[in-house]
């Protein structure tokens, strides 16, 4: 199994940035495909973006396609979030999850493993 670790967020004015990290161990974090999520209270956790084993596929809800990247680096067991734009609706706990396939699940069901959330203010 894989244990997951957010770092990154934190308050940030409108139209500003935030990368969130997603620090991973306990197992080969290469083999995992890794989503990113968000939830906002009294809402839906949601998917925000994926990435597959490789981080040659990629997948982002269409609510943040141009102004988010996901990325990993394998050599460091570490996934990324970039946040570019944000707008106060990004506001919600951001959580790192993975799962044990090549492919992106988009619900949350779809992953085994989360971590514990960092939160994201995004101020007007």
């Known amino acids: 199994q894989v244990q997951l670790v957010e770092s990154g967020g934190g308050l940030v004015q409108a139209g500003g940035s935030l990368r969130l990290s997603c620090a991973a161990s306990?197992?080969?974090?290469?083999?995992?495909?890794v989503g990113w999520f968000r939830q906002a209270p009294q809402k839906e956790r949601e998917f925000v973006a994926g990435?597959?084993?490789?981080?040659?596929?990629?997948l982002y809800a269409d609510s943040v396609k141009d102004r988010f990247t996901i990325s990993r680096d394998n050599a460091k067991n570490t996934g990324y979030l970039q946040m570019n734009s944000l707008k106060p609706e990004d506001t919600a706990v951001y959580y790192c999850?993975?799962?044990?396939?090549?492919?992106?699940?988009?619900?949350?069901?779809?992953?085994?493993?989360w971590g514990q959330g960092t939160q994201v203010t995004v101020s007007s």
């Open positions: 999850a993975a799962r044990y396939t090549y492919g992106i699940g988009a619900t949350p069901n779809a992953y085994d493993y």
């Open positions: 306990g197992s080969t974090f290469s083999t995992y495909a």
């Open positions: 990435i597959n084993w490789s981080g040659g596929s990629t």
